[in-house]
T-cell receptor
Framework: GAVVSQHPSWVICKSGTSVKIECRSLDFQATTMFWYRQFPKQSLMLMAT?????????EQGVEKDKFLINHASLTLSTLTVTSAHPEDSSFYIC???????????????FGPGTRLTVL | KNQVEQSPQSLIILEGKNCTLQCNYTVSPFSNLRWYKQDTGRGPVSLTIMTFSENTKSNGRYTATLDADTKQSSLHITASQLSDSASYIC????????????FGGGTRLMVKP
């Protein structure tokens, strides 16, 4: 149980284009999902918290107009990198909480990540 | 400021050997501490989770310890295997309404034959 998937697993795009990354909770409903970014040899950095049916909460320094997050259903959140530039190249990881797991200590279940390369 | 520091940053050991990874934290108020294994190009996978009252927790060849007084945790890997090569991340959860996570920088472990 508690499986989170991401699509695509990797994507290469040209500078200036937009890229959408999907995060799905496969066997549970996730009221809250999280988006992280990870640069090589660094740990995960939280970008934003996505709540179903409401606006995402962005961490300081993350441009909300550049990283659009939509959490339209209890099993799907999307991250759109708009007008991508080479410096946006990174490993993007989503996670989700399963509110039905009362004793999970609010554990986050991570997706496999999406490697974005902007040329 | 909530911080999680891990050591060493990287480690190379021979297959079959044991190793111990360290994690020190200054997170407050403390809720729980998790160790994750992250294979290259993959998302983190939970190994253990410990609350304030737990001192030791095992998951197969992985044994985590927690000293809440000194705010230190360790992850001991027994009889290492090549598949243990990965990054190991210590994550501490803050006990607040958001239950946000503070990530350590990770230890990159390489197990050589």
């Amino acid at each position: 149980g508690a499986v989170v998937s991401q699509h695509p697993s990797w994507v290469i795009c040209k500078s200036g284009t937009s890229v959408k990354i999907e995060c799905r909770s496969l066997d549970f409903q996730a009221t809250t999902m999280f988006w992280y970014r990870q640069f090589p040899k660094q740990s995960l950095m939280l970008m934003a918290t996505s709540n179903e049916g409401s606006k995402a909460t962005y961490e300081q320094g993350v441009e909300k107009d550049k990283f659009l997050i939509n959490h339209a259903s209890l099993t799907l959140s999307t991250l759109t990198v708009t007008s991508a530039h080479p410096e946006d190249s990174s490993f993007y990881i989503c996670s989700a909480r399963d509110p039905s797991r009362v004793l999970s200590y609010n554990e986050q279940f991570f997706g496999p990540g999406t490697r974005l390369t902007v040329l | 400021k909530n911080q999680v520091e891990q050591s060493p940053q990287s480690l190379i050991i021979l297959e079959g050997k044991n190793c111990t990874l360290q994690c020190n934290y200054t997170v407050s108020p403390f809720s729980n501490l998790r160790w994750y294994k992250q294979d290259t190009g993959r998302g983190p996978v939970s190994l253990t989770i410990m609350t304030f009252s737990e001192n030791t927790k095992s998951n197969g060849r992985y044994t985590a310890t927690l000293d809440a007084d000194t705010k230190q945790s360790s992850l001991h890997i027994t009889a290492s295997q090549l598949s243990d090569s990965a990054s190991y991340i210590c994550v501490v959860s803050v006990n607040n309404a958001g239950n946000m996570l503070t990530f350590g920088g990770g230890t990159r472990l390489m197990v050589k034959p």
